[in-house]
């Protein structure tokens, strides 16, 4: 799958459900062998697998500009043991799994996938034009 906005999320941003800057935005590292996206269909952090969050990090110094999303780089995994991870998944945190939207799916960045020994994994987020996504 390449990369993509899940597409109930992508309502809730037009919705005002989702707020970039200002809400908590999270990344787990999946294990694409224990969670396979249906990127029109799950809705929520609790779509995606127990076993397939391998780790989970938080963004900071998020910010938006003409609909494209970025952060502070890099976004940083600390102490990361687990399975090989070949995908991250972009979410809003409401404190509930259940309420959590799903923001995005990214299978295409450089360094995926990864092997956790134990140490920190960093994701760089893209200095292109679209940075982390484009609406």
Do not use: C, H
Not at 7 to 32: A, E
Not at 91 to 109: E, M, N, R, V
């Amino acid at each position: 799958m390449a990369d993509a906005l899940y597409g109930l999320g992508r309502n809730k941003f037009l919705t005002g459900d989702i707020d970039w800057v200002n809400d908590t935005i999270k990344l787990y590292l999946i294990d694409t062998a224990d969670y396979t996206v249906s990127i029109d269909v799950d809705e929520f952090a609790d779509d995606v697998t127990t076993a397939g969050k391998v780790a989970t990090a938080t963004l900071t110094g998020n910010s938006a500009t003409l609909g494209v999303a970025n952060a502070t780089s890099p976004t940083v995994f600390s102490s990361v043991t687990g399975d090989v991870s070949e995908a991250l998944v972009l979410w809003k945190d409401t404190g509930t799994q259940s309420t959590s939207p799903l923001i995005a799916y990214i299978d295409g960045a450089t360094g995926l996938p990864v092997t956790p020994n134990g140490g920190d994994i960093n994701v760089t987020w893209d200095t292109g034009a679209n940075k982390i996504f484009k609406l």
